[in-house]
């Protein structure tokens, strides 16, 4: 299958592209390289090095790339930096995604698989782990953005007969993780333990997340090549971790090495968030078999190895 990955250079885009081309699919990675990194890029794919907001240039991509799918990733993922510069995240991450949807429309492209966002996406839901039934209520322009990518693709796809699988994530971590952004507090305290520094914990450190390894999330992507259509999947453990467990994995795998956390201001963030995957399960054959402990470890040492 002939595949375009956005964001293909970053985090979790560079692991499906390397999956992707495992499995012999012909892939073709546009990225801007704005945190996506250049070794990354698998030496196999077609490297398009561009802008999703330049819409003449997305448009030659998809004219010369005859694409069978569309793995949509590329975004701007800090949900702090949407509340500083919430036009900014609209441009890359509403329009950005509105001229990859005209493309496929343009250029009959007939399936896109979306990464979207569970851990921000339902704001406070009363009932934890949160289904894909709970009420979105965006509590960030980050979220706003992907809530309406969603609303879009849906759209057009009842419009033009687009197929999609839209996936959505809890707080992914692993290998090549940015030390940032939505969902970043693993490779943070490992980089600052490989630092020398204190990781710091804000506020109480009882807040807590759903942390879903990388690995994991690209088999959700494999599966949705030719499953889940038109749906809209979570994609989490449904366990809830907070900080301080956080920390204490990370710094379990530093052994000795590990410094005593130091505690800061609390920010203002989603207090509490896990994911119920029971539709992937059913939908897309797809359950996670990383647990936290063990993909800490995994993701610290290639930390440590990199
Ligand atoms: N990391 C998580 O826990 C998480 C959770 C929910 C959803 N997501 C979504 O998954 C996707 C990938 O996230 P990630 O954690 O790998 O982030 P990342 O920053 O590592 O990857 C994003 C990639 O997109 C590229 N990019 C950004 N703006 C671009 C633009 N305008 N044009 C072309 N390329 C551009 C970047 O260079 C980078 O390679 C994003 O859509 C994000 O919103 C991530």
Redesign the pocket.
């Known amino acids: 299958m002939r595949i375009l990955i956005?964001?293909?250079?970053?985090?979790?885009?560079s692991h499906i592209q390397d999956k992707y081309i495992d499995l012999g699919h012909d892939v073709t990675v546009?990225?801007?390289?704005?945190?996506?990194k250049r070794e990354y890029v698998n030496t196999e794919a077609n490297l398009i090095e561009?802008?999703?907001?330049n819409e003449s240039l997305v448009r030659e991509v998809f004219e010369n790339g005859k694409f069978n799918l569309v793995n949509h990733?590329?975004?701007?993922?800090n949900v702090r930096s949407s509340f500083d510069d919430p036009i900014n995240d609209c441009r890359?991450n509403v329009i950005?995604t509105l001229n990859i949807l005209k493309a496929m429309i343009d250029f009959h492209v007939p399936k896109i698989i979306f990464?979207?966002?569970g851990?921000a996406i339902y704001g406070y839901p009363e009932i934890i782990p949160a289904d894909e039934n709970t009420p979105a209520v965006p509590g960030s322009p980050y979220a706003i953005g992907?809530l309406t990518c969603e609303n879009y693709i849906r759209n057009l796809s009842e419009l033009y007969g687009i197929r999609f699988t839209i996936l959505r994530?809890?707080?992914?971590?692993g290998p090549r993780?940015?030390a940032r952004?939505?969902?970043g507090v693993v490779a943070i305290y490992t980089e600052r333990l490989l630092d020398g520094k204190a990781p710091v914990i804000f506020g109480t450190g009882n807040n807590t997340r759903d942390y879903v390894y990388v690995d994991d999330v690209v088999k959700a992507n494999v599966n949705a090549i030719g499953m889940g259509e038109n749906g809209i999947f979570n994609i989490g453990r449904g366990v809830e971790t907070n900080v301080h467990e956080v920390y204490a994995a990370v710094s379990k795998a530093f052994g000795d090495k590990a410094i005593e956390a130091e505690f800061g201001n609390a920010v203002p963030e989603v207090e509490r968030i896990a994911l119920d995957a029971t539709l992937a399960k059913n939908g897309l054959d797809w359950v996670p078999v990383i647990d936290f402990e063990t993909g800490v470890n995994i993701t610290v040492k290639s930390f440590m190895s990199a």
């Open positions: 956005t964001g293909g250079a970053g985090f979790i885009g546009l990225d801007n390289f704005s945190t996506g561009g802008d999703i907001t990733h590329a975004a701007q993922i890359i950005g990464a979207s966002t851990g992907k994530y809890a707080n992914v971590y993780q940015i952004g939505e969902a």
